[in-house]
T-cell receptor, first 113, second 117 residues
Framework: GENVEQHPSTLSVQEGDSAVIKCTYS??????FPWYKQELGKRPQLIID?????GEKKDQRIAVTLNKTAKHFSLHITETQPEDSAVYFC????????????FGQGTELSVKP | DTEVTQTPKHLVMGMTNKKSLKCEQH?????MYWYKQKAKKPPELMFV???????INESVPSRFSPECPNSSLLNLHLHALQPEDSALYLC????????????????FGEGSRLTVL
């Protein structure tokens, strides 16, 4: 079955710096890759997603890139702010697995003012 | 309304108690999910209901019993739990089971924090 590995497990940056979180997946049939942000004590919330027919997607300060050949995708956050501090989870799924999301282990991002 | 509402927010129960967690959504979504989450770990899928029928059971112990009374409601009945079952239980919904493929994102509720003594 699908396996998603996420690195790093913790990331500390200064406010205003960029942050990059990387994920690799094992099943080449996966075609949907969402990123969820979970603040302390809150629900996971979708912040951006990408489908396999697209290489890059941006939404203001966040962007996701997908390399299907290498089976990895990355989250890029620019001009980080303290409110970006949270745990970020990547995930992968494909239609033939009933749409089941396979999550990475998470990255705890800390943005220091 | 893009909310998934879960009750109760907190629940403490003994190992011999019977309790239920409830989840409600009014987005017209036809797939609903139960996840279990330990601190700083990813959500672990437990059950999926699609069009009110159980579609996926991830080999969850029978002390957890899901129920989908209608397309807007999802319950999780709890009986004879163990202390290791203490966790945040998240309900989620999506337009259909194939979340993201054609149907957009998975919406999570705020969760029910369960403590088993």
């Amino acid at each position: 079955g699908e396996n998603v590995e996420q690195h790093p497990s913790t990331l500390s940056v200064q406010e205003g710096d960029s942050a990059v979180i990387k994920c690799t997946y094992s099943d080449s049939a996966s075609n949907y890759f969402p990123w969820y942000k979970q603040e302390l004590g809150k629900r996971p919330q979708l912040i951006i997603d990408i489908r396999s027919n697209v290489g890059e997607k941006k939404d203001q300060r966040i962007a996701v890139t997908l390399n299907k050949t290498a089976k990895h995708f990355s989250l890029h956050i620019t001009e980080t702010q303290p409110e970006d501090s949270a745990v970020y989870f990547c995930a992968a799924s494909h239609y033939n697995q009933g749409g089941k999301l396979i999550f990475g282990q998470g990255t705890e991002l800390s943005v220091k003012p | 309304d893009t909310e998934v509402t879960q009750t109760p927010k907190h629940l403490v129960m003994g190992m011999t108690n019977k309790k239920s967690l409830k989840c409600e959504q009014h987005m017209g979504h036809r797939a609903m999910y139960w996840y279990k989450q330990k601190a700083k770990k990813p959500p672990e899928l437990m059950f999926v209901y699609s069009y009110e029928k159980l579609s996926i059971n991830e080999s969850v112990p029978s002390r957890f019993s899901p129920e989908c009374p209608n397309s807007s409601l999802l319950n999780l009945h709890l009986h004879a739990l163990q202390p290791e079952d203490s966790a945040l239980y998240l309900c989620a919904s999506s337009q259909d089971q194939f979340a993201g493929g054609q149907s957009g994102e998975l919406f999570f509720g705020e969760g029910s924090r369960l403590t088993v003594l």
